[in-house]
């Protein structure tokens, strides 16, 4: 579904956003839709990597090495 959005901008923003989206050859419409989809899908990308890297810390890693000596073992002089 496709909803129309209305937004407020200053006049030197908008002619330069005409600028940038003439010299791409779309509409100023596409273009705003296209970056806050960039926005979305780069904020949902993050998300999901955030997410990923808790989980991981949860579940912890493995850092090699074996058992460790027991502490009266180490101070045995």
């Known amino acids: 579904m496709v ?3 209305t937004v407020h901008l200053d006049d030197e923003t908008v002619h330069k956003a005409k600028v ?5 050859a ?3 419409s596409r273009l705003v839709a296209d970056e806050i ?9 993050y998300q999901e990597a955030h997410q990923t890297a808790l989980d991981q810390l ?3 890693f493995h850092l090699g090495g ?3 000596p027991d502490r009266v073992s180490l101070y045995e002089r």
Request: aromatic content about 0%; charged content about 40%; hydrophobic content about 30%.
């Open 20 to 24: 940038l989206s003439a010299r791409r």
């Open 3 to 5: 909803r129309n959005l």
């Open 37 to 45: 989809e960039r926005l979305v899908d780069e904020d949902e990308a």
């Open 66 to 68: 074996g058992s460790q």
């Open 58 to 60: 949860k579940q912890g």
């Open 26 to 28: 779309i509409s100023l």
